[in-house]
């Protein structure tokens, strides 16, 4: 069993920063971790992707350049640094967490979810 809970979403200016963050409990040393969003109106979707111990990475191309995943291992925290923020990019985000070796599409346990709001 994996619980997460993100922090961290807040409202920025255009061009402004931000990090979430997203602590887990449990054993995720096994785990891809994911950071999806969803914005009104619209359907979830991938923001980006780190294997917790490889640490590889992947990005969808909407982020890709301005924002980067990242994981302590001695916290159990999983980061989302966002840069050069847009409107666009607001939504809430959510951490999301399953067995590397598990289907791509199928993430196990999210998280509650954090708002992010860009103003222009």
């Known amino acids: 069993q994996v619980q997460l809970v993100e922090s961290g979403g807040g409202l920025v200016q255009a061009g402004g920063s931000l990090r979430l963050s997203c602590a887990a409990s449990?054993?995720?040393?096994?785990?891809?971790m994911g950071w999806f969003r969803q914005a009104p109106g619209k359907e979830r979707e991938f923001v980006a992707r780190?294997?917790?111990?490889?640490?590889?990475?992947y990005y969808a191309d909407s982020v890709k350049g301005r924002f980067t995943i990242s994981r302590d291992n001695a916290k159990n925290t999983v980061y989302l640094q966002m840069n050069s923020l847009k409107p666009e990019d607001t939504a809430v985000y959510f951490c999301a967490a399953r067995p590397v070796l598990g289907r791509p599409d199928k993430y196990d346990y999210w998280g509650q979810g954090t708002q992010v709001t860009v103003s222009s």
């Open positions: 780190i294997n917790w111990s490889s640490g590889s990475t």
């Open positions: 449990g054993r995720t040393f096994s785990y891809a």
